[in-house]
């Protein structure tokens, strides 16, 4: 049928040439540092937004997804460059190097040694192999790169500064993370490798026009139909997310009737089976659950005596929960990139849709 979009995709090119402008034509930094919640689209915009736009102007993009790989994002990296350059030779050493970086315990120093050597052996023939072509321009892009910040991955970062740091005329950076906490860490603290080398930014939200692009391509291939302002109201009710927004097109593109109550329901329930969020909340510690249904009511001063008498109140206890209690709660809940601190005292959930569940499943604490 004629006029009707091939993908879902909404191109966002204003963006991804504002970021190549930046990088490659203004040239005060060479590496961003973008931050974004999970579902944001982040990875899609770099694959079909941004690294098209910079194959245009003569710049070869090198994607590396450290999610992919997170024992080893070295070996990750070097396997980027050598698929994107089609390097048969570096791609047959990274078959002879089982992993680029990684903590041994247990092994004897000897064989970490040789080990250690490979990696590096790896990392170095991979950066040769981008120096040959003296005048090319290469954009690296990190996804996921808050897994660098890992304790095991400390001798990679530095590498990888050392290295780029040298070419940064030739090889700009992108990082993209879902952690704040994580992606703060490696570039705001001083003892880090990375620390105050890349700029870190928000990545920006999707509008309103994202919403009628996609009732476009619906409304073109259904006899369904959705009102613009309750597609508007479904996206917000997402925290205008795009990929659960498009799970509840999905589940009313299929519907029978075109109930979008119904749909938008099923939506919820596959996002919650899909991020396996009951088995998430039963590994909490009941502290921590605790304080998570007092954080999705929209509780702050965490450690006051209220609070604690509280927490304390809904695990059984006569007495207030002790202040270590609630700091380690909170610690906890930090490291595993459940919430994120906004500000002194406020935490936000790094995942919106597990704090709607939450809510509708759990209950608050208030």
């Given at each position: 049928?004629?006029?009707?979009?091939?993908?879902?995709?909404?191109?966002?090119?204003?963006?991804?040439?504002?970021?190549?402008?930046?990088?490659?034509?203004?040239?005060?930094?060479?590496?961003?540092?973008?931050?974004?919640?999970?579902?944001?689209?982040?990875?899609?915009?770099?694959?079909?937004?941004?690294?098209?736009?910079?194959?245009?102007?003569?710049?070869?993009?090198?994607?590396?997804?450290?999610?992919?790989?997170?024992?080893?994002?070295?070996?990750?990296?070097?396997?980027?460059?050598?698929?994107?350059?089609?390097?048969?030779?570096?791609?047959?050493?990274?078959?002879?190097?089982?992993?680029?970086?990684?903590?041994?315990?247990?092994?004897s120093a000897g064989v970490d040694m040789e080990y250690r050597t490979?990696?590096?052996?790896?990392?170095?023939?991979?950066?040769?192999?981008?120096?040959?072509?003296?005048?090319?321009?290469?954009?690296?892009?990190?996804?996921?790169?808050?897994?660098?910040?890992?304790?095991?991955?400390?001798?990679?970062?530095?590498?990888?500064?050392?290295?780029?740091?040298?070419?940064?005329?030739?090889?700009?950076?992108?990082?993209?993370?879902?952690?704040?906490?994580?992606?703060?860490?490696?570039?705001?603290?001083?003892?880090?490798?990375?620390?105050?080398?890349?700029?870190?930014?928000?990545?920006?939200?999707?509008?309103?026009?994202?919403?009628?692009?996609?009732?476009?391509?619906?409304?073109?291939?259904?006899?369904?139909?959705?009102?613009?302002?309750?597609?508007?109201?479904?996206?917000?009710?997402?925290?205008?997310?795009?990929?659960?927004?498009?799970?509840?097109?999905?589940?009313?593109?299929?519907?029978?009737?075109?109930?979008?109550?119904?749909?938008?329901?099923?939506?919820?329930?596959?996002?919650?089976?899909?991020?396996?969020?009951?088995?998430?909340?039963?590994?909490?510690?009941?502290?921590?659950?605790?304080?998570?249904?007092?954080?999705?009511?929209?509780?702050?001063?965490?450690?006051?005596?209220?609070?604690?008498?509280?927490?304390?109140?809904?695990?059984?206890?006569?007495?207030?929960?002790?202040?270590?209690?609630?700091?380690?709660?909170?610690?906890?809940?930090?490291?595993?990139?459940?919430?994120?601190?906004?500000?002194?005292?406020?935490?936000?959930?790094?995942?919106?849709?597990?704090?709607?569940?939450?809510?509708?499943?759990?209950?608050?604490?208030?």
């Amino acid at each position: 049928m004629a006029g009707i979009a091939k993908s879902w995709h909404y191109p966002r090119p204003r963006l991804a040439l504002q970021y190549y402008q930046t990088l490659f034509d203004v040239g005060l930094i060479s590496a961003l540092a973008l931050h974004g919640k999970r579902r944001m689209g982040k990875t899609e915009f770099l694959q079909q937004d941004l690294m098209p736009l910079v194959r245009e102007h003569g710049v070869i993009p090198i994607y590396a997804n450290f999610w992919e790989a997170r024992s080893d994002p070295g070996k990750t990296l070097v396997h980027a460059i050598a698929s994107e350059l089609n390097d048969k030779g570096l791609l047959q050493m990274l078959k002879l190097t089982p992993r680029l970086s990684a903590s041994l315990g247990g092994v004897s120093a000897g064989v970490d040694m040789e080990y250690r050597t490979h990696g590096t052996s790896s990392l170095d023939e991979a950066f040769d192999r981008l120096d040959a072509g003296k005048t090319q321009r290469y954009l690296m892009l990190f996804d996921e790169a808050q897994v660098l910040a890992e304790l095991a991955h400390q001798e990679l970062q530095a590498a990888l500064r050392s290295k780029l740091d040298t070419r940064k005329e030739r090889i700009k950076v992108i990082m993209v993370g879902s952690s704040l906490e994580r992606l703060s860490r490696m570039l705001r603290t001083e003892d880090q490798p990375f620390y105050r080398w890349a700029n870190m930014q928000d990545f920006p939200m999707l509008d309103d026009d994202f919403v009628r692009y996609e009732l476009s391509i619906l409304h073109a291939i259904s006899r369904h139909r959705l009102d613009e302002a309750s597609a508007q109201d479904i996206f917000r009710q997402f925290d205008c997310l795009p990929e659960p927004f498009r799970v509840f097109l999905d589940k009313f593109l299929t519907s029978v009737n075109g109930d979008a109550a119904t749909a938008l329901q099923a939506a919820h329930d596959e996002m919650a089976v899909d991020g396996h969020f009951e088995e998430r909340w039963e590994a909490f510690k009941p502290a921590d659950q605790q304080l998570l249904r007092y954080l999705a009511a929209g509780g702050q001063e965490l450690t006051s005596a209220a609070t604690r008498e509280l927490i304390g109140h809904s695990l059984g206890r006569s007495s207030p929960e002790s202040v270590a209690t609630i700091q380690n709660a909170i610690k906890r809940l930090k490291e595993a990139d459940v919430v994120v601190s906004i500000a002194r005292g406020r935490y936000e959930f790094q995942d919106s849709e597990f704090l709607h569940w939450l809510l509708r499943e759990k209950g608050r604490l208030d």
